[in-house]
């Protein structure tokens, strides 16, 4: 990656964030290039749901099969669009529904599918840095252990009422 250094001294105080993220971005073109686990994974039906207005965060959901001879784990998420992103699940706590991280990720045994939808398992993205359009594609990535980053484009939708 090529930065003039007048560019990056206008980029880094005002958008550090934004160019670390885009570095991480990079990160995961350069590991993917040599990895063969994406046509072992299928990824289905990835949506984000366009925020309500003024929030600042937002859900995104997939559904992942996997085709391999091996259980894999599903242990981190990421996107260019919010500046956190955590995988939670949803839990029953006193008669009130509630979210929280996944401790150790989620293991997808040899031909499952882990579903990650509204009303439980989904990829919570925190501080949102763009405005979200419907239909707009965003890339979501899924980190699994051992495998690294898997990139997966995902459709910004309005859920149905
Ligand atoms: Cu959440």
Redesign the pocket.
Known sequence: MKLSSGLTKILVPHLKTQLMILLLVLGAVNASAGETSETKLSFVNAWIKKPMPGMMMT?GFVEISNFSDQTVVLIDVRTPVSKMAEL?DMKMVDGVMK?RPAQQGWPIAVGETLVLAAGGK?A?LMGLQTSLQSQQQVLLEFKFEGLGWVRVNAQVRQPSP
């Open positions: 859900a939670h979210m989904h919570m």
